[in-house]
């Protein structure tokens, strides 16, 4: 198959794509444009560990250099795609053009603003590329104080790792409890009692109204009227999937890029992958946007094995993971819906399990430092199995036995 392949973005998705073409000997040319300066790296130890020093950017990368310079794999990184040309199929840069077979639209998602003034001071920082780590890492010296906006899994995962460094940290998060939007009350109170005791002083039900500073950041005015001092400021408030190419290309978006089971847009030459689209999901029977490595990974296998001549549908059970401190949270399946939740396991011990069923099967589970009960969990989402619900909260019975 000679066709020529372009990758708009090189982030995750984009590297795993390329990986999985020549996986399947796609024999064609491959083009891989990217606006960042970096090869296809991973996000998750950004907040991790990466952002504590104790990971080499090397290891950030999903493939080293010599692996596409011996793909043959043509390279435009710190190049902006400005418009697709679907008439003529051609990708649009700044100042070159590039025509395409079939285009993949790995373009990812980007994060979201906080509309207050003084965002733009230094010292504030957002976090979602290696040089938004650079940044926060030149402001992490022990006793400085630093204010995390948003208790998502990220701003967390930066209080963890600050706190730990000997950062003076405080949270400020808009919702009555932290993760709000992933995990349940249970879980939630369970990280807020951990970071609590961590030292890390949590202000919840509390929005910012503004960012203080001449030059550097040096406040921040909450909404109950507090002004809490600030040495550095690290705002993790969600992201937004990037889909104006897209959109003015006249290919579907609603909440994504829209892809069918195929990762096929409503152009049938154009893919989408990874957090920039919209897809179904056959396991639970609804059209889902997802932003996880897992989803970014497995799309780009499909998308690779449908481009060089196969019929394969995406079906997966959701996963995701942070880690804080020396907890790991697994999250698998999505729980909206559920009827019941049971929690397994003794969270005083920290290992313990969160299930959520719906209508006596399990749909999904929240793991901490629960490896087994995750992996288990992921198989009887996926198998629709019904669930002795009354056994759950026994330890003694491992998951996969629990079939009723
Ligand atoms: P991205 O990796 O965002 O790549 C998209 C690329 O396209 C980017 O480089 C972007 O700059 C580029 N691009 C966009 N528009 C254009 C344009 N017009 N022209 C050229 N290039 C463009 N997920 C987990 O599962 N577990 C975790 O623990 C976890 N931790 C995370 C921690 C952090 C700090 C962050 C930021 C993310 C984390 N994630 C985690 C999410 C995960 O990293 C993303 O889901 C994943 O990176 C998605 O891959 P992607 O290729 O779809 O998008």
């Not at 079906?315 to 909206?336: C, M």
């Not at 005083?348 to 929240?366: M, N, P, Q």
Request: net charge negative.
């Amino acid at each position: 198959m000679n066709q020529r392949v372009v990758i708009a973005g090189a982030g995750h998705a984009a590297g795993q794509l390329v990986a999985s073409l020549r996986q399947h000997k796609f024999e064609g040319q491959i083009v891989l444009v990217g606006d960042e300066p970096y090869l296809p790296y991973q996000r998750p130890p950004l907040s991790k560990k990466f952002l504590a020093g104790e990971m080499d950017a090397e290891r950030l990368y999903v493939k080293p250099a010599s692996f596409y310079e011996e793909a043959g794999v043509e390279l435009h990184l710190d190049s902006t795609i400005t418009a697709i040309d679907r008439e003529n199929k051609r990708l649009h840069l700044a100042d070159d053009d590039i025509a395409y077979d079939k285009l993949v639209l790995a373009l990812g998602s980007r994060v979201r603003q906080l509309p207050v003034e003084g965002t733009n001071l230094k010292g504030v920082h957002y976090l979602r590329s290696i040089a938004d780590v650079e940044g926060i890492r030149g402001n992490m010296e022990p006793g400085r104080r630093l204010v995390v906006i948003g208790a998502g899994y990220i701003g967390l995962e930066v209080a963890a790792v600050a706190q730990q460094a000997g950062l003076d940290v405080t949270v400020i998060e808009m919702a009555d409890r932290v993760m709000s939007r992933v995990v349940s009350p249970e879980i939630s109170d369970f990280y807020q009692i951990e970071h609590t005791n961590q030292g890390v002083r949590l202000r919840l039900s509390t929005g910012v109204t503004a960012l203080n500073g001449k030059k550097r950041v040096k406040s921040v005015t909450t909404t109950d009227g507090d002004d809490l001092r600030a040495d550095l400021v690290v705002i993790g408030v969600g992201i937004q999937p990037n889909t104006e190419l897209a959109t003015d290309a006249g290919l579907a978006v609603d909440n994504g890029i829209v892809v069918d089971n195929h990762c096929i847009t409503s152009d049938p030459d154009i893919f989408a992958v990874g957090d920039c689209t919209s897809h179904p999901n056959a396991i639970y029977g609804r059209q889902m946007r997802l932003e996880s490595v897992h989803n970014a990974v497995e799309q780009a296998k499909t998308a690779a094995a449908n481009i060089c001549g196969g019929d394969v549908s995406y079906s997966q059970v959701p996963w995701f993971w942070s880690d804080q401190y020396d907890l790991k949270l697994q999250i698998a399946g999505l729980s909206e819906g559920h009827d019941d939740v049971v929690i397994r396991g003794n969270p005083a011990k920290r290992t313990f399990s969160c299930l959520y069923l719906a209508e006596g099967r399990l749909i999904a589970v929240d793991a901490i430092n629960a490896p087994r009960d995750f992996v288990q969990s992921k198989q009887l989402i996926a198998d629709h199995a019904e669930i002795d619900a009354s056994k759950l909260a026994d330890t003694e019975i491992a998951l996969k036995d629990m079939i009723a």
